[in-house]
């Protein structure tokens, strides 16, 4: 059954946005009576059927509504750094909210090389996503911040800052996450975070992780960080 993204349903029926109706009744040549699902982004999974099939206004009526769909007992939130290369920040977005994720704030570190992201752009990356492996609520996109005032900021549940340093001592994310707890992890750029970053993240109650033995790229000990969590709370 198909999915389509659809915030602000109210009542019996919906009437999905210019771009979900093209896709739906142009793209997919779906008709009068054919089943679909809706996500709203808060959590809430509906089931319907396409009662005006409309290229520009397609209007559902709904039938059912499963409300805090798959709800998970805790939060996961990854600040990371923006890559050189905009396509691995974007496949990282992409599988980080297939497996579950809650809060992404992008980060700009010492050796951060791009600073800037296409908000919308991975705003409808988010969306596709949640489509794709059926999530009904969608994660928060903040906007970048400076490593210094976020770390300051003050947040909730296990911090975690992951780097390379072996000098420093570090613990795997099993030995300091719990299950059913709320997860901050910070992943650092292409360079890693300085050490003066990784000093100062433990004044602010960070704990230090490493990934493994391997030397991991970003996007990839980023996704590595969301399993970890996603793999303890399944056990």
Not at 45 to 59: M, N, S
Not at 149 to 166: P, Q, V
Not at 218 to 227: Q, R, V
Request: glycine share 6%; proline share 3%; hydrophobic share 35%.
């Amino acid at each position: 059954m198909q999915v389509f993204y659809a915030p602000g349903i109210e009542g019996r029926y919906h009437t999905l946005d210019e771009n979900e109706s093209k896709h739906c009744i142009r793209v997919l040549r779906m008709a009068y009576g054919s089943q679909v699902k809706l996500i709203d982004g808060k959590g809430n999974l509906y089931e319907g059927f396409i009662c005006t099939p409309d290229v520009k206004r397609c209007r559902i009526e709904i039938t059912d509504v499963s409300e805090d769909y798959e709800k998970r007992g805790y939060r996961l939130h990854i600040a990371i750094s923006p890559l050189k290369n905009t396509d691995r920040f974007e496949w990282f977005v992409e599988k980080s909210v297939e497996i579950g994720i809650d809060e992404i704030t992008p980060i700009i570190c010492k050796n951060t090389e791009k600073q800037s992201l296409k908000q919308e752009r991975i705003e409808n990356i988010i969306i596709s996503a949640m489509k794709q492996s059926l999530k009904a609520r969608k994660p928060v996109l903040n906007p970048a911040a400076m490593f210094s005032e976020f770390i300051s900021r003050n947040h909730a549940g296990t911090k975690m800052l992951a780097h390379c340093y072996s000098d420093l001592k570090r613990s795997s994310i099993n030995e300091l996450y719990t299950r059913g707890s709320d997860a901050l992890i910070m992943i650092g750029p292409e360079g890693d975070f300085s050490i003066e970053e990784a000093q100062a993240a433990l004044k602010y109650g960070f704990s230090h992780i490493h990934m493994g033995p391997a030397r991991l790229r970003t996007e990839t000990a980023g996704l590595a960080a969301c399993h970890s969590v996603y793999f303890v709370n399944l056990t």
